[in-house]
């Protein structure tokens, strides 16, 4: 893609979203609401409609499988307003209705028993036929690369490094993953839900730009990272595995210590925010902020300690 068309999709994405929103012209007073700008994806909102300009390089037999997915199942996913993406100076954008996120400021209120349950459901449903592999391991790995660019000499990289490599080789995006038939999310945090219709209706997934098969235990595991690195609270981990466990959730076991099967999906993700944290910090020249310093000791504690889940997958 050339520099020339990437900056004309922020302006081509804002027309878009708003002919969408009023295909009659009709006169609007709503203003543009850019809802991120980022490389891997930027998104618009205008009115009650949300358009997103996926990353360049994304696959557009695999994007139109993600959408029908998620189209199939609208009692889990926000399903889209069209079921298949278009062009649009280089980029494919999909066409979505608003839904109010999750807010921020009241971490109190954080819906961990929906976003289980949610998560249960998708795990549950068989994946159409041709659906790739969800992208969580993918991710992890691009992590890591982007940290030995950023921050090769940081003193952080050696023992973020340490701990990726005790991980088995699916989890580093370097085999095929030992599950390749339960329908994974491949991004699961608590920035995946909104409310549709806005504020008043059920709580749906979204972002399917990394929904595919594989082992649904990487779906789980950032919270159960946070809770590992004492980022979330003993009893908001309690409440989310609790209701998984209740909505019939295969990712783990019904009963019984879950870690066997949680170790390394939740240490994969541990080192994918350490690595960020460090890359983005080093770019911006800032100091790590304490949830930050958190991951990155945690990472240095895993360097020595092999992963509880050694057998629980091949290596």
Wanted: hydrophobic share 40%.
């Amino acid at each position: 893609m050339t520099a020339t068309a990437d900056a004309d999709v922020l302006p081509a994405l804002r027309a878009k979203v708003r002919s969408t929103a009023h295909p009659e012209s009709t006169p609007c007073s709503h203003p543009d609401t850019v809802l991120a700008e980022r490389a891997d994806g930027t998104v618009v909102r205008h009115a009650n409609t949300v358009a997103k300009a996926h990353a360049p390089e994304t696959n557009p037999t695999h994007l139109t499988l993600r959408l029908a997915v998620a189209t199939a199942h609208p009692d889990t996913l926000l399903a889209p307003l069209h079921p298949t993406p278009a062009p649009l100076h280089g980029r494919l954008i999909t066409l979505w209705p608003y839904g109010t996120p999750v807010d921020p400021d009241t971490p109190e209120h954080a819906p961990w028993e929906d976003a289980a349950t949610l998560l249960a459901r998708l795990h549950r449903q068989p994946p159409p036929p041709h659906l790739p592999p969800m992208r969580g391991p993918a991710k992890a790995a691009q992590a890591i690369a982007r940290l030995k660019a950023a921050a090769p000499h940081h003193p952080a990289t050696a023992p973020i490094l340490r701990a990726w490599h005790t991980l088995p080789t699916w989890a580093r995006a370097e085999a095929p993953m030992p599950d390749a038939t339960t329908l994974c999310h491949g991004d699961l945090h608590l920035g995946q839900l909104v409310r549709h219709p806005a504020t008043t209706g059920p709580w749906r997934l979204i972002d399917v730009d990394d929904l595919g098969v594989g082992v649904p235990a990487w779906d789980l595991a950032r919270p159960a990272a946070w809770y590992a690195c004492g980022l979330l609270l003993p009893d908001e981990w309690t409440r989310f595995l609790t209701a998984y466990r209740q909505a019939g959730g295969p990712a783990v076991p019904a009963h019984g210590d879950p870690w066997p099967v949680l170790d390394v999906p939740a240490r994969a993700l541990t080192v994918q925010t350490a690595a960020l944290a460090i890359a983005k910090s080093t770019a911006a020249g800032r100091p790590l902020d304490d949830a930050q310093r958190s991951v990155v000791d945690a990472c240095d504690r895993m360097g020595g300690i092999p992963p509880e889940s050694a057998n629980a997958f091949p290596t």
